[in-house]
């Protein structure tokens, strides 16, 4: 299928890429129920790793089965499917065809209790053997470990670019010297999705922002200058201004298991703020499948109508 003229638009901000990269990105952007008009809605399945099995699947057992998440993406019409190696390798053969894939290459694990990090687990050539569009990899700015992650993220990017694929970079702030409210206050979250594209990110994933905003020098900046957000819309246009004016592609996590209304209503705000869409997970494929796809089918009907 020929690119519609708002993905032509959008690939025009990565000119930079080589002709692999671009290729991917296109891709990403011209499938499942979105295909053309410049939104993503891609289902992660990584919270095995992150949180543990049971947690995450006993309340859908199905979700145990690699190959239910896959069918799942691609009966919901999502543009991707991201995960670890594990859970991708077992049926990229069979669906990488079918959706294209993200392959986490950094993950944690809940039993580690030091200053948040991650691990690499899987590797760029992995992502190529297996047919992936992209590599996804996490940063956690302000976190002990943030320096040495984003060295990893430099090579990561490199390596990956080099070999044509997408780069998706997860910007969670934690860890340090960083409160729990801290990690969503909305200068931090800005700041988080401005160091992703800093860094190269072709797409940029980070948490809906509150209103706290994290120190006093902050705030003062934020009311000499206007910026208003008071709003989750006005939160996340902030935020999307500040990964390159709007010239990156900005999408939303769904965050821990909600009710049907409070996602709705999260994803209108995220879409009327100019969000590029939602990496939605746990509200997804905990619920029996019908269900989950019918929550999809609604969220990416939200970013189409916008």
């Known amino acids: 299928m020929k690119a519609t003229d708002k993905v032509n638009e959008i ?33 992660p399945v990584d919270q095995g790793f992150e949180h543990g099995p049971a947690k995450s699947f006993a309340p859908n057992p199905e979700g145990y089965d690699p190959d239910y998440h896959f069918k799942f993406g691609i009966e919901a019409g999502c543009n991707a499917y991201a995960a670890p190696l594990g859970f991708l390798e077992h049926g990229a053969k069979e669906y990488a065809n079918k959706i294209p894939l993200i392959l986490k290459l950094n993950n944690s694990d809940s039993l580690y209790s030091g200053d948040p990090t991650q691990t ?7 992502a190529v053997r297996i047919g992936c569009a992209a590599v996804g990899f996490s940063i956690y700015p302000g976190s002990n470990s943030s320096p040495q992650m984003y060295e ?4 990561i990017s490199r390596e990956a670019k080099s070999k044509g694929l997408a780069v998706v970079v997860w910007s969670y702030p934690r860890g340090g010297n960083l409160k729990k409210e801290d990690e969503t206050a909305i200068d931090v979250v800005a700041y988080a999705a401005h160091i992703a594209a800093q ?22 900046i934020y009311e000499k200058n206007n910026i208003s957000i008071s709003t989750l819309p006005d939160r996340v246009a902030h935020c999307v201004k500040s990964s390159f004016n709007g010239k990156r592609i900005v999408i939303f996590s769904g965050g821990p298991a909600k009710g049907t209304d409070e996602i709705m209503k999260e994803i209108k705000d ?37």
Request: net charge negative; charged share 25%; no cysteine.
């Open 152 to 155: 990893e993220l430099r090579e």
């Open 120 to 126: 690499m687990t899987s590797t760029v050539d992995d």
């Open 270 to 306: 995220i879409s009327k703020g100019g969000g590029f869409g939602s990496i939605v997970g746990r509200n997804s494929f905990q619920r029996p499948l019908e269900e989950g796809i019918s929550l999809m089918k609604d969220i990416m009907n939200i970013y189409k109508e916008s």
């Open 11 to 43: 690939l025009s901000w990565y000119s930079h890429e080589n002709s692999g990269t671009l290729e991917n990105i296109e891709r990403l952007l011209m499938s499942g129920y979105l295909s053309g008009t410049g939104k993503l809605v891609i289902l």
């Open 199 to 220: 860094m190269g990110a072709n797409i940029i994933k980070i948490k809906p922002p509150s209103d706290y905003i994290s120190n006093d020098e902050m705030k003062s």
